[in-house]
């Protein structure tokens, strides 16, 4: 007879005789508990690449293979429903342009083109998630009516020592080397943790691009047609190095160092064949060379204390410095209709923009009862900005400083902000989350001739409502409405110059006005599949690279400009699908629809685009630990400021293999189906402005990445932690 029972040995009796079988004796039986010394268990969860919440879309970066070795852009690109205009460093959401970027939280308010430059340099690797947050609720900033863009950064939080480690080497066809590296540590012993993060990467893509424009003057026609030729590389150095300290179970101080070393650098030959009634006239060749370094560092203290009755403060101080520095040559070529050369002439620019961030915040949270708690918080942000713009020639050896192209202004800014906003359960069902904010704006541009070019004073209420309701327990349904503001950027404002040629300058605009968006979204959550549809109203739109041309000069100027309004339409599914145990899909797909209310020269203008895009990753488990992932994606075209976009199209390919749970080598390749092709062109002869624009800056890419864990993974600690100026850092544009 055998015995067994959970949690006890399996116990047989000693063996007894059958044959009397009216006189059976069965022996007694012991059990006894089963003791068992059990190794260790590594539990994992694999998140899916894509997560919608109530309020965002999250991008699980951390757990693409695509997306290993790639730098931050690379993944924003490749991220359904966001535009990114590398000619105009501007990103967009779901057809909306005035996307504020959030690092771990924080707004980051660097110039758009130091921005770009920043995540151009920032790996994926120290990338855990990005979130893309369409509607945000009170507590946060006002600032941008698209949304947020918040990448949030690795941070390990277990006890003892532990972290990671990964190397990147690639190459770009048609480009150059591509490599990196990045580290992750942590600290954790009782009271303290003391946590840090280094990357380092390095790419160097080539890129083409075309330029069209015709103007007529009378009975004059005149083509420009121009090429450029870009050798780049980019050089980027990032780390933060951060100490938490414990005193008691209810208090938590903490401070955290970052900093980043960013270097962006080009030589490009520039051929511009201008033509007169289809006959060439002039032909100019352009050997440009620009260096173009960005640095930063930021200091931030934090305290954060458990009250009774369920309440909780924290507080954040935030210092923040940037130094974004440029410097240009040109040597132009002139040459006639039958290639003789006319005259050379030299120019240089130069650009230094320091920008200075002071900010403070106290945040409230109380749970009021068990379904329902209330958030309270101010804030303060002080902020300078100084912009010194200089432009030379040379004259006879001799550098000529061009006065009417060379100036130093100064933007001091102050928001002072009060938010609240309440969480109610109303039944087992429903629940909603309405708010409000105020924030009021002092703004202040100068230069040293002029003072007072922009005196602004003006104050702004923010409501936002959410709701949600659980139909059945597979599906619910969300509303939300919140109304938002995009300041213009420092550089927007702040004159500046770059040309593109002698006859095409970018520059600033001192009269942009702050831009109001209202937006309503509607979410329809079955099981794992989203379907959303989100409408939006934005009043004085701001529209970057806004040409201006000039018939008599074959002069154009490229400025952002306030529009009169924009609507917005957009219808977006996330369809996950798992086909079987060891192949899964996410597919998104997006609708859109813009119609821009716009003026050139006084004239209305109309522009409006019916457009969608496709977004597929295809993730497949192999045999020995062996993984594969395909991503592509295909956008019809959409909206840039006042032109429209043509389709893009990008695929991507990864293979991984694990050796143990510790150490991984990956091998991808990044737009094999091509460099994508940003097209964008606006035909409106009746107000004499025919322009296109056709950009390649991504080369096919392979990469070969390897990464590997170290130290204590056993035991999670408990606080994950931010910091109070992430709303800061978004006005400022890295390239």
């Known amino acids: 007879i055998v015995s067994s029972f959970a949690g006890f040995k399996d116990v047989y009796s000693n063996a007894f005789n059958l044959k009397d079988r009216d006189n059976i004796s069965i022996p007694a039986i012991k059990i006894l508990e089963k003791v068992v010394n059990l190794a ?155 946590y840090g993060d280094y990357s380092f990467t390095r790419i160097a893509p080539s890129a083409h691009g075309d330029f069209y424009r015709k103007v007529t003057n009378g009975s004059n026609s005149i083509e420009n047609f121009m090429d450029t030729e870009r050798d780049d590389f980019r050089r980027n150095h990032m780390g933060r190095i951060g100490l938490d300290y414990d005193p008691d179970k209810k208090t938590v101080l903490g401070v955290l160092l970052s900093g980043l070393s960013n270097m962006y650098g080009m030589d490009a030959v520039n051929n511009s064949n201008i033509f007169l009634h289809g006959i060439l006239d002039t032909t100019i060749i352009i050997d440009n060379d620009e260096r173009h370094p960005l640095d930063n560092y930021s200091v931030n203290l934090n305290a954060q204390r458990q009250l009774t009755g369920n309440q909780q403060l924290t507080f954040n101080v935030d210092y923040i410095f940037y130094r974004d520095a440029n410097k240009l040559t040109y040597l132009n070529n002139f040459y006639g209709p039958s290639k003789n050369l006319l005259y050379l002439d030299k120019t240089k620019s130069r650009k230094e923009t320091l ?45 000529v400083v061009d006065k009417d192209l060379t100036s130093k202004h100064n ?36 230069s040293e001739t002029k003072k007072n070019i922009v005196d602004r004073h003006y104050g702004n209420l923010f409501p936002s409502f959410f709701l949600s309701h659980a139909l059945t327990d597979n599906s619910s349904f969300n509303f939300s409405y919140s109304r938002r503001i995009t300041r213009p950027t420092f550089n927007d404002m702040a004159p500046f110059v770059y040309f593109v040629d002698p006859n095409t300058v970018i520059s600033g605009n001192s009269a942009l006005q702050p831009s109001i968006a209202n937006a309503i979204k509607w979410d329809y959550l079955l099981r794992r599949f989203v379907f959303s549809l989100s409408y939006t109203f934005e009043k004085n739109t701001i529209t970057n690279f806004t040409p201006r041309i000039d018939p008599l000069t074959n002069k154009q100027t490229f400025a952002a400009e306030n529009q009169k309004h924009k609507h917005v339409v957009a219808l ?7 086909i079987t145990e060891w192949w899964s899909m996410q597919n998104n797909i997006s609708g859109f629809w813009q119609q821009l209310s716009a003026s050139y020269k006084g004239f209305p203008l109309i522009v409006s685009q019916l457009n969608f895009n496709i977004n597929s990753t295809q993730s497949i488990v192999l045999p020995k630990n062996f993984s594969m992932e395909i991503s592509g994606s295909y956008q019809s075209g959409g909206l840039v400021g006042i032109y429209k976009l043509r389709s893009i199209t990008s695929l991507n390919f990864g293979l ?11 091998f991808n390749i990044t737009d094999f189906s091509g460099s994508p092709h940003y097209r964008w062109s606006i035909d409106a002869p009746e107000y004499n402005l025919i322009t296109s624009l056709d950009l390649r800056f991504n080369v096919p890419t392979l990469k070969l990445t390897y990464t590997r864990k170290f130290g204590n993974f056993k035991i999670k600690a408990n606080r994950s932690r931010t910091t109070g100026s992430e709303d800061e850092r978004k006005r400022v544009q890295t390239n």
């Open 40 to 194: 260790d268990v590594a539990v994992t969860v694999k998140k899916p690449m894509f997560e919608q919440k109530i309020d965002r879309m999250v991008i699980n970066v951390a757990n693409s293979i695509t997306n290993t070795g790639s730098t931050a852009l690379e993944v924003l690109m490749r991220s359904p429903g966001i535009t990114v205009n590398q000619q105009s460093n501007t990103l967009s959401i779901n057809g909306k342009e005035g996307v504020v970027l959030l690092l771990n939280g924080k707004i980051n308010r660097l110039p758009t083109d130091a921005i770009f430059q920043m995540l151009a340099g920032m790996s994926a690797a120290n990338i855990e998630r990005i979130e893309l947050i369409t509607t945000p609720p009170a507590n946060f900033d006002a600032e941008g009516n698209a949304g947020f863009i918040n990448i949030v950064l690795k941070k390990n939080t277990q006890y003892g020592t532990n972290g990671s480690l990964a190397a990147t080497a690639g190459y770009g066809i048609g480009g150059g080397p591509a490599f990196g590296s990045n580290i992750n540590v942590n600290n954790r012993k009782e009271k303290f943790n003391l």
């Open 355 to 399: 920008i200075k961030f002071r900010v403070a915040t106290v945040d409230y949270t109380k749970q009021i009862s068990d379904k329902s708690n209330l958030d309270a918080g101010i804030k303060a942000t002080l902020s300078s900005f100084s912009n010194d713009v200089g432009m030379e020639k040379e004259s006879q050896n001799n550098w």
């Open 411 to 446: 933007l001091e800014e102050s928001i002072f902000a009060a938010y609240t906003s309440l969480n109610v359960k109303l039944s087992d069902k429903i629940n909603s989350k309405i708010g409000l904010r105020y924030e009021y704006t002092n703004s202040n541009l100068g």
């Open 572 to 578: 977006t599914l996330a369809l996950p699908s798992t």
């Open 656 to 666: 991984q293999k694990k050796f143990g749970i510790n150490d991984a080598l990956l």
